[in-house]
């Protein structure tokens, strides 16, 4: 018999490492963490115990960067028709600083939620929340200075999300510039951001779902003497923390540290911290060969944005040619304006695929070896959970269970076996076929619907009308 909270699952296909088990039994003790895993039925649980998961299941993917509060400006920040200004990263900024500094915290929160959800329903079951929305809209600290931190926390704990919270250090504009008026939420003193991450670490102490980060936000947005300095201190005081940081979004960034600080801003990083597989370099889309060569070395992981990257007109990171060399990857969904595992896997191979010329994108381990969307798929998972540094990214015993079911009813999954199955689901038109979602032992969505979805949904309504007529 099962003991309180235990569960044990029988798949009609379950995704492991080295490929799949059909059947394949899955136990799961009381904190959600994964016991055993086997092709045959567990020893000591009951028939009557076993909960029959009809499907593809597969690990839950870790979203490795995300700005919630962005989701409620999806459709509100295209260039207008009538602009004369050379529209890029750089003009869509201003519309999203407009949009950040009219938010509150239950605002925040609301949107937070609604993101946090979408993304479960998506597949997507851990979050990296790059979180730099700190302070009051006129700049000043709430009372509590992590006060927009902790409606985060209250956000994914709505949904159930896992979550590794990265608050961000920004205390400047650019290399030796002030701090502009637009960035008056963002900014935090270095002392005010090493206490928050203190009580941040008090907050998430214990927690099987939430773990904390630290995030200096850029090279062009935290002081070198701060990167070596508090950031360094910071994880040296935190061992186990993930660091992350945006490196090499636009040229115009890598231009402003060759001008200033005579390197690139990977090869500036790499050469004055201390880079390990701890880090995760956001974007790197302009890093060059050689900083590339030394991201994989030292183990650092690519996070890629590949619909917020296209949307922003960013560019293209060389993927074929990082794998190559033993680079590790992630994907991550940024502005949060499309919330989908599919669709960012799929836009990975389509630009990939243009640039290349070529349909096999990353190289081949072995011959016969595993399909495109496999393998897209699982270096994705295996570079998420190395982001993330949270015990995800595999069902094996030790693992968190975390994960979701593809229903092999849906129209695009239709005659597809396991070893087809991710590229029915990647290379294909959206679909429903995300079923159930299980986050840490616990049902998240069941039939394609989350408890509180009702709920969430109406706040996020009402905030967002409230905005637009605003």
């Known amino acids: 018999m099962l003991s309180r909270g235990e569960r044990c699952f029988r798949a009609t296909h379950l995704h492991q490492p080295g490929g799949w088990l059909s059947p394949g039994y899955l136990a799961v003790d009381g904190s959600g963490i994964i016991t055993a895993v086997s092709g045959e039925p567990i020893e000591g649980r009951d028939t009557g115990d076993v909960e029959m998961l009809d499907g593809f299941v597969v690990p839950g993917m870790p979203n490795l960067h995300s700005h919630a509060h962005q989701r409620g400006l999806s459709g509100r920040s295209e260039p207008p028709t009538d602009s004369t200004a050379e529209e890029s990263?750089?003009?869509?900024?201003?519309?999203?600083?407009?949009f950040a500094n009219r938010i509150s915290p239950e605002d925040f929160e609301a949107i937070a939620a609604q993101a946090f959800l979408e993304m479960a329903r998506a597949g997507y079951t851990t979050t990296g929340e790059f979180h730099y929305l700190h302070n009051a809209p006129d700049g000043s600290l709430y009372d509590d200075p992590a006060e927009m931190a902790r409606r985060v926390l209250a956000a994914a704990e709505q949904?159930?999300?896992?979550?590794?919270?990265?608050?961000?250090?920004?205390?400047?504009?650019?290399?030796?510039?002030?701090?502009?008026?637009?960035?008056?939420?963002?900014?935090?003193?270095?002392d005010?951001?090493?206490?928050?991450?203190?009580?941040?670490?008090?907050?998430?102490?214990?927690?099987?779902?939430?773990?904390?980060?630290?995030?200096?936000?850029s090279i062009?947005?935290?002081?070198?003497?701060?990167?070596?300095?508090?950031?360094?201190?910071?994880?040296?005081?935190?061992?186990?923390?993930?660091?992350?940081?945006?490196v090499s979004e636009q040229m115009r960034e890598v231009n402003e540290c060759l001008a200033t600080l005579g390197a690139r801003p990977a090869e500036w990083l790499l050469a004055n911290l201390d880079i390990n597989e701890r880090w995760t370099f956001i974007h790197s889309t302009y890093c060059d060969s050689d900083e590339r060569r030394d991201m994989q070395r030292r183990g650092v992981v690519a996070g890629l944005c590949p619909t917020t990257e296209a949307g922003l007109g960013d560019g293209i990171f060389p993927l074929g040619?990082?794998?190559?060399?033993?680079?590790?990857?992630g994907i991550g969904t940024d502005s949060d304006y499309v919330l989908s595992v599919a669709e960012e896997l799929r836009l990975m191979a389509f630009v990939q695929r243009l640039t290349s010329l070529n349909l096999n994108?990353?190289?081949?381990?072995?011959?016969?070896?595993?399909?495109?969307?496999?393998?897209l798929f699982d270096q994705a998972l295996s570079g998420g959970a190395r982001s993330l540094r949270q015990p995800i990214g595999a069902l094996t015993p030790g693992k968190r269970a975390d994960f979701?079911?593809?229903?092999?009813?849906?129209?695009?999954?239709?005659?597809?076996?396991?070893?087809?199955?991710?590229?029915?689901?990647?290379f294909s038109s959206p679909s429903t076929a995300v079923r159930d979602v299980v986050?840490?032992?616990?049902?998240v969505v069941r039939d394609r619907h989350h408890p509180h979805e009702n709920a969430i949904f109406e706040r996020y309504r009402a905030v967002m009308t409230r905005l637009a007529e605003g």
């Open 404 to 426: 979701f079911v593809l229903d092999p009813d849906d129209p695009k999954l239709v005659g597809h076996g396991p070893q087809t199955v991710l590229d029915g689901w990647i």
């Open 192 to 217: 005010r951001y090493a206490g928050m991450i203190a009580s941040l670490s008090a907050d998430v102490a214990g927690s099987s779902l939430t773990s904390l980060g630290i995030a200096p936000h």
């Open 159 to 190: 949904v159930g999300m896992g979550l590794t919270l990265l608050p961000v250090l920004y205390t400047r504009a650019g290399i030796g510039r002030p701090p502009e008026a637009e960035q008056r939420r963002f900014i935090l003193d270095a």
């Open 439 to 443: 986050i840490g032992g616990r049902d």
């Open 321 to 329: 040619d990082f794998v190559a060399g033993g680079g590790l990857w």
């Open 89 to 98: 990263f750089w003009t869509w900024r201003e519309r999203m600083y407009a």
């Open 220 to 246: 062009r947005a935290v002081d070198g003497a701060e990167l070596t300095g508090v950031v360094a201190d910071l994880a040296q005081a935190y061992p186990d923390a993930p660091m992350h940081l945006h």
């Open 361 to 375: 994108i990353l190289p081949r381990r072995s011959p016969g070896g595993a399909q495109p969307g496999q393998q």
